[in-house]
């Protein structure tokens, strides 16, 4: 672990120094309704503030398609930063153009500017080594150094995230560095027992955690979407739930491993059915095993785990002293099927031990649930990111910042 950090670039004071965040926040509307990754920005942005560097911070925003598209301008969260920081915060209306020019010139030591969407332009993403690199360089114009601090992509091999990385002095901020703290205390020696928690909407998202993880962990706790995948392979009919038919064959691998591994794999004794998929949809709590004997018969969704499952999730990770989660139990944003969600998030507030929530959505999830950050051991802001590294895969966007 060689990880470069803030201190390998020397003195900032007077220096342009581009940051590479992840802002990538959920929008409604043009508002903000989770603001955790501008928080989590903050405290390299603090640092690089008092060192009297000139900052620069871009990030993308949404999925864009390689052109300007207002609806995911950055605007709106330069705004936020603005109010979290407490002073101004100037706004480029391009990436690399005028607008973005003009306003790294007009910065003072200290001063803070934010660019427009890097995926407005397609270099930031392009699959074309030449195309990105050509784009890394016009980004490498308007700085002098570049701090990457955007745990959420280092497992992309993007213009700002990697080529960018090669072409300046670079260096890791301390959200990455926080975040690798964590995670390897999630992979090197974790204290015992050790359970995964894992849900979300697609198994095959979650296949290569679940393989790099069988063999470290204790206990791994099944629920969310990919759940009905477990119950099928174990000869279930889970009616018009999610279900990924070409992922059976490798489901039953996991359960026969998990078997042969001595972990205790703990999938779900019942689940909330819905008559579809709506907030105000009709539901009932049936055994995971007659989910086609539902009311709703074959036409019946799966949309969190049941009351007694949560109970046992909720004992298995009060009961662990390294918990992880990635991906909530249920679709959450429904209010009458958050129930499971809301029973995991509860139990690893009470973990004597560290507790990490993982993944994009899964961090909403909790906030919106009404829990605080500080309640838990950390919450991780990359998703993917983590579950690569947790797979044990190497990360390009930290391989280039000197990690090992
Ligand atoms: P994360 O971003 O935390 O990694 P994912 O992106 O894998 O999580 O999954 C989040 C989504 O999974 C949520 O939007 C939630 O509604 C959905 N989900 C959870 N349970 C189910 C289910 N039973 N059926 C369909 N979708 C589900
Ligand atoms: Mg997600």
């Given at each position: ?154 497992h ?47 198994v095959s998202d979650k296949l290569g955690v679940i393989s790099h993880l069988l ?35 490798t489901?039953?691998?996991y ?129 993917g990111?983590?579950l690569e590294f947790l797979e044990g895969k ?11």
């Open positions: 672990m060689t990880l470069r950090t803030l201190e390998s670039l020397g003195s900032l004071e007077g220096r342009r120094v581009i940051v590479r965040c992840d802002l990538n926040v959920p929008l409604r509307d043009g508002v903000i309704t989770d603001d955790g990754r501008v928080r989590a920005s903050l405290p390299t942005l603090n640092a690089l503030i008092n060192a009297g560097a000139r900052v620069i911070v871009c990030s993308h925003l949404g999925r864009p398609d390689g052109a300007p598209d207002p609806q995911y301008s950055l605007e709106p969260v330069a705004q936020r930063l603005s109010e979290l920081l407490g002073k101004p915060v100037a706004f480029a209306r391009d990436t690399v153009g005028e607008s973005a020019r003009e306003a790294v010139s007009s910065l003072e030591d200290g001063g803070v500017v934010v660019l427009e969407n890097l995926r407005f332009n397609a270099g930031e993403t392009a699959k074309d080594d030449a195309t990105r690199q050509a784009f890394a360089r016009e980004l490498a114009e308007l700085g002098d150094a570049l701090v990457s601090d955007g745990f959420g992509v280092v992309r091999k993007q213009a700002s995230v990697y080529d960018l990385a090669q072409i300046l002095p670079s260096a890791a901020g301390l959200l990455i560095a926080t975040e690798l703290d964590v995670l390897d205390r999630l992979t090197e020696n974790p204290e015992r027992p050790y359970t995964v928690v894992l849900g979300g909407s697609k063999p470290r962990v204790d206990r791994l706790l099944v629920g969310g979407g990919m759940l009905f995948t477990f119950l099928a392979a174990e000869g279930h009919g889970v009616a018009s739930s999610l279900l990924e038919k070409d992922q059976l064959d489901v039953r691998g359960i026969a491993e998990a078997k042969e591994r001595g972990v205790e794999l703990v999938l779900p004794t019942d689940v909330v059915v819905a008559s579809g998929f709506a907030a105000d949809a009709e539901h009932e709590t049936v055994a995971a095993d007659a989910i086609e004997q539902s009311s709703f018969g074959a036409s019946g969704i799966g949309l969190d785990i049941g009351p007694d499952t949560a109970a046992r999730f909720a004992d298995a990770i009060r009961d662990s002293k390294t918990v992880f989660w990635n991906g909530p139990m249920g679709v959450f944003e429904f209010p009458a099927f958050a129930a499971g969600t809301k029973a995991v998030a509860s139990a690893l507030t009470e973990v004597d031990g560290l507790g990490v929530v993982g993944g994009g959505d899964s961090a909403a999830a909790v906030r919106q649930l009404g829990f605080s950050d500080d309640q838990f051991g950390h919450i991780s802001t990359g998703g990111a983590s190497k990360l390009p966007g930290l391989e280039v910042l000197g990690w090992q």
